[in-house]
């Protein structure tokens, strides 16, 4: 008669893949929660900064991550002759730019660079009349911090003209270096409510954790897998005795 049990003997090799691979699985999946944690915490802390009452920048201002998403005011004049065109920025599927030019404090409190909207690119010429304000304005909006891309190309500075200079992207350093300006280390996108601008629909920005939580699961799937794999591995059927029979 033969038995089906099957019988526990953990094999060497198995057993030393699975007590180093189980642990880093686990270990990485921790992590991930933690990361998933950090991105929680973050998003409140933004959520708090947008309820924080309006800060003026022609005032005291304080480091610039804590501006970070700050609703904010300013009253100066734009310098129009400094002003950069962004290209190929996407607004419901067309084409066209935004507009930044830099905004001269009132009472020597600073430049701070404004991002007036986007433009359509078939409206480039009659937009950039209307942008061409002298007087004193007063603006409201948000800050934003704009981070140069993972690869960023050489490119040739442009030198002020009747239509503003195009660039791909914005950075604060380059544009200090073009403009000779000192400038606050911010960009503030204007307020849809504010007149002289454009088109001004900002996207909200969201930190999620579900991508960290999804890879946690992932993770801890795969100590799982292991796991199993190896049980799989140590389980084995006894060997079947032949029996002689007397006849």
């Known amino acids: 008669m033969t038995s089906s049990t099957r019988q526990f ?7 030393v893949i699975m007590v180093i691979l189980a642990p880093l699985f686990c270990g990485l999946g921790l992590w991930q929660l933690d990361r998933a944690e950090q991105k929680r915490s973050q998003g409140s802390a933004l959520e ?9 920048l022609n005032g005291p201002l304080p480091d610039a991550e804590q501006l ?14 400094s002003s950069v065109l962004i290209e190929n920025r996407k607004h419901q599927g067309k084409t066209g730019y935004h507009l930044v030019t830099p905004l001269q404090l009132l009472e020597n409190a ?7 909207g986007w433009i359509a690119h078939d409206q480039l010429d009659r937009a950039l009349l209307e942008a061409e304000i002298e007087e004193t304005v007063r603006i409201e909006g948000e800050v934003r911090i704009p981070r140069p891309p993972a690869i960023e190309l050489q490119q040739v500075g442009a030198e002020p003209s009747a239509e503003p200079p195009r660039w791909p992207f914005l950075t604060l350093d380059r544009f200090s270096d073009w403009s000779d300006l000192e400038i606050l280390p911010v960009v503030v996108l204007q307020s849809p409510q504010d007149r002289h601008g454009f088109v001004r629909q900002w996207p909200h ?7 960290h939580i999804g890879y946690a699961v992932q ?3 795969f100590a799982l897998i292991t796991l199993l794999v190896w049980l799989r591995l140590s389980l084995h059927k006894p060997k079947e005795k032949e029996q002689g029979v007397n006849r």
């Open 219 to 221: 993770w801890f799937a």
């Open 48 to 56: 708090m900064r947008r309820k924080q009452p309006q800060l003026s």
């Open 9 to 15: 003997r953990a094999q060497a090799i198995p057993t």
């Open 110 to 116: 600073g430049v701070v660079l404004i991002n007036r």
């Open 68 to 81: 970070l998403f700050r609703k904010v005011k300013a009253e100066g004049r734009y310098l129009n002759q």
């Open 205 to 211: 920005p969201r930190v999620s954790d579900l991508m």
